[in-house]
């Protein structure tokens, strides 16, 4: 959703203005610890289309911040998380030095922003106005807060300055997948490859790729368009030997990294070894969804007799791959063609679950409520504070977006693995996001010397 963040130094209205812009009494205590953050997030429906508004003034209330690395933070925020900033001052008191020095790091933006002189409650205080002027933005616009003025003009202004709001449902809908089909020499990729394509009549014709050697095959099955990458190699059957498995990794680094997706092939008859770990691992450190396709499930019949038994197979499968735990374990055969739907059934859970999306004022909550509860180890006396967490729209024509959460922070390096675990883990409650890995993208506050020195003044 298209968002609108309000920034200013404090005691400027930021509060009052959000609670009009959400037509809500929402009480927002600063100075207490542990406010919780979903108040500082609101939906706006003053307009055409709704926009959600990010008070940014509530964020990292009660924590240890100085007063000018606060304003930073504000605006590091405000530049990175919104598409458009409010940008609030005080009519009563006049132009600020803080109020420069925030234009001045907001100038560095290509966000727009509309100045918004609050507390022009009478005609007598719209001569306050001009002042402002000289900070470079035109229109200003001067509204009370308080008193319910100037708030039309303000949301069509708003509305004029968004982008348009594209439902991210409709996005890379369309999009033709790209299937990378990853593992071992003779696990089965070019059974799979050829099972697949000989399951369906409406095969396109093969293209070439970039490489000598690569072939891109778009292929439909239903009304879905997939490309299968890099079948060259895996097509025909030749007879392995070392350096063509070392070609073949060399060939799986490329093609993972092409993919919207890896399938990653698995023999169910030998289990999980090294060398599938290792390509597992590619996947993982390309951060890539991923499905595990366990072929060869006619030779191990025996072993899933029983549901009980598949279970405890599959387990132990998942227990192997716990670094890729995201990627859902399909048991199939290349050779008898069977559950080859079931594959791509899973693959089409997984684009469609990359299009869900975690609300800011939900993932704020689940945070706050997470680290209170399981609060952070201190590292050198110091803990890893969460200021504010938003998921950004995924970039366009993209078939499968990996879901990325900004965490803007105190300090980025306070995060350790078995935390940002912790944090995985507490989102996967909400939404499970099946075969998509979770980016983690870190904001570090950074102090500025400038606005310190002018929030001291
Ligand atoms: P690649 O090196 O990963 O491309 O593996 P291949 O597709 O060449 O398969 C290696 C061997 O496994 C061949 O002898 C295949 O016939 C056999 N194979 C592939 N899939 C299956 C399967 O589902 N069941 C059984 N029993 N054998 C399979």
Request: aromatic share 6%; charged share 25%.
């Amino acid at each position: 959703m298209r968002t609108v963040a309000i920034v200013g130094r404090p005691n400027v209205g930021k509060s009052a203005l959000f609670n009009r812009l959400a037509e809500k009494k929402i009480s927002i205590v600063h100075d207490r610890p542990g406010v919780t953050r979903d108040r500082i997030v609101a939906e706006c429906s003053l307009g055409r289309a709704p926009f959600q508004i990010i008070d940014t003034g509530g964020i990292g209330a009660g924590a240890d911040a100085e007063f000018a690395d606060q304003v930073e933070a504000e605006v590091m925020i405000a530049v990175e998380a919104s598409d458009l900033i409010l940008f609030v001052v005080d009519a009563h008191d006049g132009l600020t030095p803080v109020d420069t020095e925030i234009a001045r790091m907001l100038r560095r933006s290509s966000k727009p922003v509309i100045l918004v002189v609050n507390k022009v409650d009478h005609q007598k205080h719209s001569q306050g106005v001009t002042e402002f002027m000289s900070l470079g933005y035109n229109p200003v616009m001067p509204v009370s807060a308080e008193h319910a003025i100037g708030f039309d003009d303000l949301v069509h202004r708003t509305e004029s300055l968004l982008p348009a709001d594209e439902p991210s449902e409709t996005r890379g809908g369309q999009v033709p997948l790209k299937i990378a089909i990853v593992g071992r020499p003779n696990v089965g990729k070019s059974s799979l490859t050829n099972a697949i394509l000989e399951d369906d009549r409406t095969l396109v014709s093969a293209v070439s790729g970039t490489t000598r050697d690569a072939v891109d095959i778009p292929y439909q099955r239903g009304d879905q368009n997939y490309i299968l990458i890099d079948t060259a190699g895996i097509r025909q059957r030749t007879k392995r030997s070392d350096s063509v498995e070392v070609f073949s990794v060399m060939r799986s680094e490329s093609s993972i990294r092409r993919a919207d997706i890896c399938c990653l092939v698995i023999d169910a008859a030998q289990g999980v070894t090294s060398q599938d770990k290792r390509i597992a691992g590619m996947v993982c450190e390309a951060g890539k969804p991923c499905v595990i396709a366990l072929n060869k499930s006619d030779l191990v019949r025996e072993q899933c007799r029983d549901k009980e038994s598949l279970t405890e197979f599959l387990e132990n499968i998942k227990s192997e791959l716990f670094f890729i735990n995201y990627a859902p374990v399909s048991l199939m055969s290349a050779k008898t063609g069977d559950s080859l739907d079931r594959l791509f059934k899973r693959i089409e859970n997984v684009r469609e679950a990359s299009r869900k999306r975690l609300g800011t004022g939900v993932l704020n909550r689940l945070f706050s409520s997470a680290m209170t509860n399981h609060p952070p180890g201190a590292k050198a006396g110091r803990r890893f504070k969460l200021l504010y967490a938003t998921q950004p729209n995924p970039r366009d024509n993209v078939a499968v977006p990996v879901p990325e959460i900004v965490l803007f922070c105190n300090d980025d390096t306070l995060l350790d693995d078995g935390y940002r675990r912790f944090l995985e883990g507490r989102i996967r409650d909400q939404v499970s996001w099946t075969g998509l890995p979770i980016h983690f993208h870190l904001r570090a506050r950074t102090p500025s010397a400038n606005v310190r020195k002018r929030g001291k003044d």
